[in-house]
């Protein structure tokens, strides 16, 4: 048995459980609540975390972020859109995808920073994130390399040439 039909049965099995379509559910709600306000206020320009000050190594970057002017913004609409993306169940697939590098990011860079603030919401966030990649593993598995694709090609019969008729 191949690995992509080890993957999709259990895939399959685990879809089925009511409680884990709940958490599903629960995760696309959190997260959104997440960022939807933090994207709000890089859109409008203000200091994220105000209460962090300059010499904390993680308000020296927040504070310098927002200096860098439009990226800020653009920080700020693209967690907003993966936030929208989440609660609309046709897209979140495409909002777990887009949410996924902007959490990493954050976590990564709360752990290089041993920002206490958010050591373990954005790691829990993050693993919310996965969570959501996985329940919707059968719209992403086709970008998988162990994902066996047959490709059939239409098999064209040549007509053959009947060279003693008239046109």
């Given at each position: 048995?191949?690995?992509?039909?080890?993957?999709?049965?259990?895939?399959?099995?685990?879809?089925?459980?009511?409680?884990l379509?709940?958490?599903?559910?629960?995760?696309?709600?959190?997260?959104?609540?997440?960022?939807?306000?933090?994207?709000?206020?890089?859109?409008?320009?203000?200091?994220?975390?105000?209460?962090?000050?300059?010499?904390?190594?993680?308000?020296?970057y927040?504070?310098?972020?927002?200096?860098?002017?439009?990226?800020?913004s653009?920080?700020?609409?693209?967690?907003?859109?993966a936030a929208i993306?989440?609660?609309?169940?046709?897209?979140?697939?495409?909002?777990?995808?887009?949410?996924?590098?902007i959490?990493?990011?954050?976590?990564?860079?709360?752990?290089?920073?041993?920002?206490?603030?958010s050591?373990?919401?954005?790691l829990?966030?993050?693993?919310?994130?996965?969570?959501?990649?996985?329940?919707?593993?059968?719209?992403?598995?086709?970008?998988?390399?162990?994902?066996?694709?047959?490709?059939?090609?239409?098999?064209?019969?040549?007509?053959?040439?009947?060279?003693?008729?008239?046109?």
């Amino acid at each position: 048995m191949h690995i992509s039909d080890k993957l999709d049965r259990l895939h399959a099995k685990v879809r089925q459980k009511r409680w884990l379509r709940y958490f599903a559910l629960l995760c696309r709600m959190m997260l959104a609540l997440g960022f939807i306000p933090a994207g709000i206020v890089k859109i409008i320009g203000e200091r994220f975390a105000s209460g962090l000050s300059a010499k904390h190594p993680m308000g020296h970057y927040l504070e310098a972020l927002q200096y860098t002017g439009y990226y800020y913004s653009f920080i700020g609409f693209a967690q907003v859109i993966a936030a929208i993306f989440l609660l609309i169940p046709r897209t979140v697939t495409l909002g777990a995808l887009i949410y996924f590098p902007i959490i990493l990011n954050i976590c990564i860079l709360s752990y290089a920073v041993r920002f206490e603030g958010s050591l373990v919401s954005s790691l829990l966030m993050v693993l919310a994130n996965v969570y959501l990649l996985c329940w919707n593993y059968d719209k992403l598995k086709f970008i998988f390399p162990w994902t066996q694709q047959k490709i059939l090609f239409p098999t064209i019969s040549p007509k053959p040439l009947n060279i003693n008729s008239e046109p």
